[in-house]
């Protein structure tokens, strides 16, 4: 009967197709990526820290202690002992350690990513079917499968950010059906995410503050997530290391303090204390500011930019991001822009709501103006919120009619979708469609689809001759592959302090030369990575420390002691004097 009963919901029946589609594109992208050797250094710590958990040492990680401000600020070396927590507290993957101790792999990584996005948009449906009609519920789950903020970090590597949307949704969910006990779950699930996701559940505190639904619940919430990254920030995560002062907080917020070394209490004080400063980051730069809302906005067809709930709860997490500085603030296709998504979509879902309640209280079946057991009791007798009529709103047994968008609306919002999907695509975005698109036009940087795999056929047979216990040195793209293993680092670092704190060099070193080659061409990074890691190369290889064992393609591997092979060197010397034009 339930088979019968979800065939004839025709609604539903789009928004699971759309799920498939989204699930299945991003995976075949993703995994092309990961395999074609585009997934980087990220990707690399996140495998590095659950490959270490399935052995015991929960959240140490190599990858990130080169990362660390005592690697980078103050000269010392790397140690495998390093814990992560001192850099991002993101206790809440170890839910998902039981599956990665099933299937060890990089991949298992990127398959959770895009289940648990997926699995958002579904949850996003049922949230906005207590309020609205079906159709308009299921045009809303399409528009987060649209979104680029959505697409763009699914895309890319694995971050703890993509549990952000997920958790929120059914939070919301929890909220508006009056299940307390699993509104708390999931509040202290949002804060085990990462230190600053607080900020995300502060804005869901203030709406429900705001909008007079749950006063007092709301105060709860704000307190103790402002509390939460006080008490993480200043106490517990310095107790591992001091990233979050003196790394973290100088780079995105250094200009709001004074030296080289702030608390998160320090710049708040610094914004509050230099208002103009404040406004001057706020709305600086001016054009990429307003160009990062609309292409949040873009995918709701710009309802969020009028919706009073989007600002209420979205508006936390914009405003940390535009108060910072760095190109990463304002980049709609990474991580940090999945953090703005769940308030947006929720303000646009009441939004709609209202455009049918009317503003008649009596219409309410189930909805918001039901009596709760927690957080009811400030409710007045005739609630007239100030952000949303939430309160009046009819709940999912009483859909509003008058909700539906005109049929001019809706094909404007069809348009949104796909302009949408339109810029995702060619914004390339974590190079996911190099395949397709080239990376630079001028000068052109393009590598085929053939061409990418026959590298990779090549690059293969370099990396099983390193065994899986062996310490390794890789440049960017081929951490990932090689992560899951006690002792790794990012070429041109070769040096780490092992379990026995003594120092050592890596056994193995791999580089893919051809790669950087083709695209410094256009992009200074690769550019200058070159040029650092060749010179290096041939050094080591000139004084026998490291022997040249395999040359394929561009790609070298060398081995600590080992006494290089005669053709591997030749083929290395006439790589090297085609690339000599470059490293001058």
Same mark, same amino acid.
């Given at each position: ?82 814990y992560r927590l001192g850099q991002h507290f993101t206790p809440a993957l170890m839910l998902w350690l039981p599956i990665y101790a099933l299937f060890p792999s990089p991949v298992t990584l990127t398959v959770l990513q895009v289940t648990l996005v997926t699995a958002a948009g579904l949850v996003l449906y049922a949230l906005a079917r207590h309020y609205l009609e079906p ?82 619940? *709301? ?7 402002? %509390? ?5 920030? =200043?106490?517990?995560? #310095? +107790?591992? &290391? ?123 079946? *189930? ?7 927690? %957080? ?5 007798? =005739?609630?007239?919120? #100030? +952000?949303? &009529? ?195």
């Amino acid at each position: 009967m339930n088979f019968l009963i979800w065939q004839k919901n025709k609604p539903l029946k789009v928004v699971v197709w759309a799920a498939i589609a989204f699930f299945a594109a991003c995976l075949l992208l993703t995994l092309h990526r990961y395999y074609s050797f585009y997934a980087d250094y990220d990707q690399g710590i996140f495998n590095q820290v659950f490959w270490n958990g399935t052995h015991g040492r929960m959240f140490e990680s190599s990858l990130s202690s080169a990362l660390s401000t005592n690697v980078v600020h103050n000269d010392q070396l790397p140690e495998v002992f390093y814990y992560r927590l001192g850099q991002h507290f993101t206790p809440a993957l170890m839910l998902w350690l039981p599956i990665y101790a099933l299937f060890p792999s990089p991949v298992t990584l990127t398959v959770l990513q895009v289940t648990l996005v997926t699995a958002a948009g579904l949850v996003l449906y049922a949230l906005a079917r207590h309020y609205l009609e079906p159709q308009l519920s299921a045009a809303i789950a399409i528009s987060f499968y649209g979104a680029n903020a959505v697409i763009g970090p699914t895309l890319g590597n694995f971050h703890d950010i993509c549990q952000i949307p997920l958790y929120v949704f059914s939070l919301l969910l929890a909220m508006e059906k009056r299940k307390w006990s699993i509104f708390g779950i999931l509040a202290v699930l949002i804060l085990a995410v990462r230190e600053d996701s607080g900020i995300i559940l502060f804005g869901v505190g203030f709406y429900m503050i705001l909008s007079r639904r749950y006063p007092r619940t *709301g105060l709860v919430v704000c307190a103790l997530s402002f %509390g939460y990254i006080v008490v993480l920030t =200043n106490l517990i995560m #310095p +107790l591992f &290391s001091a990233d979050i002062s003196q790394r973290f907080m100088i780079e995105r917020f250094g200009q709001y303090a004074e030296g080289d070394e702030a608390s998160t209490l320090q710049i708040l004080w610094g914004m509050v204390s230099n208002p103009f400063r404040l406004l001057g980051e706020l709305f600086t730069p001016f054009g990429g500011t307003l160009k990062y809302l609309l292409g949040q906005w873009l995918p709701l067809a710009f309802v969020p930019a009028v919706a009073p709930a989007s600002w209420a709860i979205a508006g936390f997490p914009l405003l940390k991001l535009f108060l910072g500085k760095g190109v990463s603030v304002l980049a709609i296709n990474i991580r940090y822009a999945m953090t703005v998504v769940p308030g947006l979509f929720y303000g646009a879902i009441l939004w709609w709501a209202e455009r049918g309640s009317g503003g008649a209280l009596e219409r309410g079946s *189930g909805g918001a103006g039901e009596r709760g057991r927690w %957080g009811d009791e400030n409710l007045p007798s =005739n609630p007239q919120p #100030p +952000l949303s &009529s939430a309160p009046q709103l009819p709940g999912p047994s009483a859909p509003s009619l008058k909700s539906s968008p005109s049929l001019r609306f809706q094909r404007f919002w069809a348009f949104c979708i796909c302009l949408s999907l339109f810029f995702t695509f060619t914004s390339n975005p974590n190079r996911t469609f190099s395949f397709i698109l080239p990376d630079a036009l001028d000068p052109l940087v393009y590598v085929s689809l053939t061409r990418q795999w026959q590298h990779v056929s090549q690059m293969r047979s370099l990396l099983n001759r390193i065994p899986s216990d062996a310490s390794v040195a890789a440049t960017n793209y081929i951490v990932p592959h090689l992560s899951s293993r006690r002792e790794i680092l990012r070429f041109p670092m070769l040096e780490l302090r092992n379990d026995a704190r003594e120092l050592v060099k890596m056994e193995y070193l791999i580089a893919d030369l051809w790669q950087l080659q083709q695209y410094q061409v256009a992009f200074k990074r690769e550019r200058g990575q070159l040029r650092a890691i060749a010179p290096l190369i041939e050094q080591l290889s000139s004084s026998g420390e490291y022997g040249i064992i395999g040359f394929q393609d561009g790609v070298i591997l060398m081995q600590k002691g080992a006494v290089s092979e005669p053709n591997f060197v030749t083929q290395w010397k006439a790589f090297h004097q085609q690339i000599e034009p470059i490293l001058k």
